[in-house]
Nanobody
Framework: QVQLVESGGGLVQAGGSLILSCAAS????????MGWYRQAPGTQRELVAT???????NYAASVKGRFTISRDNAKNMVYLQMNSLKPEDTAVYYC???????????WGQGTQVTVSS
């Protein structure tokens, strides 16, 4: 089992920045993808950004150019730098870790991001 703990959410004005962090409780040695998803009230959870253990990134079109994902495999951490935040970025942001070719899929508890206009 792997526990994921997010931090860094909060309230920010439109145009501002936040950094989200996610710590995994232990290192995962198989090929995997870590990333961020978000869910606003009344909507489905959606992909924000992911990064594979090999460094391949994937971004939602709505955040491309504004958000940057990074990871530190030595520290079992993944980060999301969010710039130029918009009210529509308001959501609970969830950290995810899943294996490629393996059956595991872990979620964090989520951290609230609220962007005021």
């Amino acid at each position: 089992q792997v526990q994921l703990v997010e931090s860094g959410g909060g309230l920010v004005q439109a145009g501002g920045s936040l950094i989200l962090s996610c710590a995994a409780s232990r290192r995962v040695f198989s090929i995997n993808v870590m990333g961020w998803y978000r869910q606003a009230p009344g909507t489905q959870r959606e992909l924000v950004a992911t990064m594979s253990s090999g460094g391949t990134t994937n971004y939602a079109a709505s955040v491309k150019g504004r958000f940057t994902i990074s990871r530190d495999n030595a520290k079992n951490m993944v980060y999301l730098q969010m710039n130029s935040l918009k009210p529509e970025d308001t959501a609970v942001y969830y950290c995810n870790l899943h294996g490629l070719g393996s059956g595991y899929n872990y979620w964090g508890q989520g951290t609230q991001v609220t962007v005021s206009s």
